[in-house]
């Protein structure tokens, strides 16, 4: 009798040991081959997956749309991202007209045009946007596209009344390279083209120079001038070099007439070319054997 009423009792055990477990494991359930499954004593939530198992849902289970979408998977909608639009292009050989002749002058602030702005596009403008294109990593079309002209806008202000007329350049003051703040020093920026003669980190002088071509370039670095020759003529192109100021091997800082009549069409053999004769004379004056010469970009 006693051992019918423990039979009795483990069953009942039992029963509502297997109801408790359905309770708990009420979710969503799997397929054919899950239905004879035991129940765990916990089923994890929605939220924390069983080790080794996806993820699953009341949502998940009986959303309609596909396993894929965004709302089935439950990741948040992901946008592609639209390429940037090409470069449209705003002026470019022929072109005529009130902004070609901004372009002209702002492009003469930075020493790319070195003719009167006329507001007409042509050879000389384009030749020079595709070398200011160049020098900054650009497609050097020779057109000015937006690209182009945002890049010129930051690095120059609005001309003035005498600048768009040819009869001034405001230059931008270029930066001084840091090895030219101390002492007795030519500073010459290829960037902006100019040298600035600089006594203990205050420029004394500033004028236009350009350099020699990709076949000739003008050395970077740091020197001392070692010669200096008020008349001096190249013994090997034997051109007029005067207000010679030597700084490396044959290369020499000195006066170019050609560049004072071609401008920036023109290139040196690697010598830094200087146009306005009265500064370059002023500053032969001043510069000493020994003072350091500083050409970066």
């Known amino acids: ?3 019918n009423q423990r ?3 483990i069953a009942r055990t039992l029963a509502a040991t297997a109801v408790i477990a359905v309770a708990v494991g009420c979710g969503p359930q799997g397929g054919a081959a899950d239905a004879g499954a035991p129940a765990t004593p916990a089923a994890p939530s929605a939220s924390t997956p069983a080790k080794g198992t996806p993820a699953a849902s009341a949502s998940a289970a009986t959303d309609d749309k596909p396993s894929g979408s ?3 998977s439950g990741a948040p909608a992901t946008k592609t991202a639209k390429p ?3 470069a ?3 002026m470019s050989n022929g072109s005529k007209g009130a902004q070609v002749k901004e372009l002209q002058a702002r492009l003469a602030q930075i020493g790319w045009f070195d003719d009167t702005p006329t507001g007409t596009y042509g050879a000389a403008t384009t030749a020079a946007v595709k070398g200011f294109q160049g020098k900054r990593g650009l497609p050097a079309t020779g057109a ?3 690209v182009t002209w945002d890049k010129l806008l930051g690095m120059t202000t609005r001309p003035t009344a005498d600048e768009l007329a040819g009869r001034a350049v405001n230059k931008p003051t270029a930066k001084l390279d840091p090895r030219c703040m101390t002492g007795r020093t030519i500073c010459i920026n290829k960037t902006s083209r100019t040298l600035s003669w600089v006594v203990d980190g205050k420029v004394q002088s500033t004028m236009d120079v350009r350099f020699g071509s990709q076949y000739t370039p ?3 670095g740091v020197f001392k001038v070692f010669e200096k020759s008020r008349d001096h003529v190249s013994t090997i192109y034997h051109t007029a070099m005067p207000f010679a100021m030597f700084f490396s091997g044959g290369q020499a800082v000195h006066y170019s007439s050609d560049f004072a009549a071609r ?4 290139a040196s053999h690697g010598c830094v070319n200087v146009r306005d004769k009265a500064k370059v004379s002023a500053l032969f004056d001043q510069v000493h054997i020994g003072d350091k010469v500083v050409v970066s970009w």
């Open 7 to 9: 039979t009795t009792l």
């Open 263 to 266: 401008g920036y069409n023109g």
């Open 84 to 86: 940037a639009p090409p």
């Open 218 to 220: 003008t050395r970077e």
């Open 1 to 3: 009798m006693r051992r």
């Open 144 to 146: 000015t596209d937006t």
């Open 70 to 72: 965004p709302a089935a």
């Open 88 to 90: 449209k292009v705003l």
